[in-house]
Every structure is written in structure tokens, then in C-alpha cells.
């Protein structure tokens, strides 16, 4: 089991609590904490230093922060078994999960390399209410099936095979979160499953948790904030529908994507002219016309959008 952490001083004893609650024998835990400044690897320390238990704890902390998806790929490096089950610090695992996870990926003579679940709501407080499904990833067969549309994926309440982070040497450097990159592996290896059972208690208000904005600095901030991460994703996958003989419409999709971020890039950084911006928007083909449209909008002409905001920000209150 792979619980990582960073600053979550109010939740990771209940997130850790719920590891250590696992009916799963012959365990092991690895707990890496991205150089947290808050209490949080302290108060591990102790829980850790403390358990008597039957399952096995390696604790680890960053000399510095690396983000999400390097931190994973660190638990990933120290962990011995074939399955490895990952888990947030803000959320709880059910102490079934390990177990229900390794029984149907025997069940399944441990061909799938991604294992996801359902989830149950939990809110800041850890009242718990409805269940949380997510996609039925047995539909998607061989790399191809990607283009079916995006997988609905929740990274907190899956488990990934050895062999699917050590053939691509682990999470690339910059990635924020291994889901998609871990996912598409997946779908062009061994393939996927959902088990259609609530196992993690999913916390509101996390990393991954889709906010509104209600300004136009605000969303030109967020664009800004996903550019180099989800460039980095998407050559990371183009590389891999490349060694996994994707189909011509399969890799054109990522390069599609890939230049979408690169005319992200160029319209929010650095000085361009208006002339400029508008040849660039004029040569991204493989961008859709309405996002082009959006962007070049919050690049050249960002008043114009305001009055929107204001109107949302009156709606909202």
C-alpha cells in the first residue's frame, strides 16, 4: 500500500488509521511524505513509532518538494510487492480494500494492471454520504479505445502492477499525478477493471477537486498553472501509444491535445503581438475552433470578458 502525503496535518492520522486497519496479511505499508511543512510527518513518525502491528511500515520523507506524481513514483521505488494499492492523505481507506482488490485481481490470474473502485463522499468533517462510481474500465481494450472518450478516473481509489511502472521507469519528472498516464499503460498492457464496491472514503475539497472561477485572472491562472504538467503528460503519452503501435487516430488525438497546450503556452506567455496570436490561432488545426476562439479571447481581449464574471459572481452570492 502507497499512502502519500503532503500538509494534510488534519486528515493523514485517519488516512493512515485506515491503513494500518487493512484485513490484508503479509502488508506492506510505505508512507512518503513530500517534505511537508506542516506537523503532518512528524505525527506519522509517532503513530509509526508506536505500531505494534502485523504489517510492515516504511516511512520516507523528500529532501524537497517533488509534486503528486513523483511522489508516487518514489512510494512506487520502495515498495517489494507486485500490487500496489495508493491512497491520499486526506482520504481513508475501508479495511476490506487491499483484500477485495487482491481477490479480483487473482480472480482475474493478475492480468489487469490498473484496479479501480468506487468511492463514498466524505466532507471535511467525515460525515460520509452517497456512493461515488466511476467508469467501468473493462470497456476499454488495447490503447485504441481511449479515443471512446475520457475515462472517468479518481487516482485515490485505484491500484497499479509492478510491471506497469517498471516498464516506462515509473512516473515521468513533472507530472503532477500518474492517473492518466498510469491509466492509458493500462488499457495497452494487461487492461483494466472496476469494482463496482465503495472501498475509499474520498474526501471534498482535494487536489482534484474541480473548482469555479469567478474572474478573468482567475482562469487565465489556472491555464497557466496545468501548461508544463500537462505538457509533460501528454509526450509522456504520445510515447507510449507510439511503443504500443496506437493507431494513426489514437496518437493524432495526443499530438492534437499536445498542441492545444503549446497554443495555450504561446497565447498566455511572454509578449506577443496581436498579429501574432492571430496567425498562431489560424495554424492550430488541430485545435478545436471554439477553444480557439476562448483563449485567444482571455489573451488579446480580457475586458471584454469581465462583465461575465461580474454576473457570475452576483449569481454565486
Known sequence: ML?????QQHYIIDALNGA?????ENLEIIITDDCSTDPSFDMISQVCA???????????????????????HIA?????????VCTDGDDISLPN???????????????????????????????????????????YKGIDSWLLGHPGLVGAAQAYTRRLFEEFSGIPCGVR????????????AGGAITIPEPLVLYRRGGNSTKRSHFSVEEVIRAFDKNIDNTKIELLHMIEVA????????TLRYFVNLYQKESLTEFML?????????IKYICGASGVKLGFRARIFMYSAFPNVLKPFFKLKTLLRG
Do not use: C
Open 76 to 84: 512506487a521505488s520502495l515498495a517489494s510487492g507486485e500490487l500496489f
Open 97 to 139: 480494500r487491499v483484500s477485495i482488490l487482491v481477490k479480483n485481481w487473482l480472480l482475474h490470474d493478475k492480468k489487469p494492471d490498473l484496479l479501480a473502485s468506487y468511492l463514498r463522499d466524505m466532507d471535511a468533517e467525515g460525515n460520509v454520504y452517497d456512493v461515488i462510481p466511476v467508469d467501468d474500465l473493462a470497456k
Open 50 to 72: 508506536n505500531y505494534s502491528g502485523p504489517h510492515k511500515l516504511i516511512l520516507h520523507r523528500n529532501e524537497k518538494n517533488v509534486g503528486g506524481g513523483r511522489n508516487l
Open 269 to 277: 506567455r511572454g509578449r506577443r503581438s496581436l498579429t501574432e496570436k
Open 242 to 249: 507510439s511503443r504500443k503501435n496506437a493507431s494513426p487516430a
Open 177 to 188: 499525478a500518474g492517473d492518466m498516464v498510469l491509466a492509458l499503460r493500462a488499457f495497452a
Open 3 to 7: 499512502l502519500l502525503n503532503y500538509n
Open 20 to 24: 494500518l486497519a487493512q484485513d490484508y
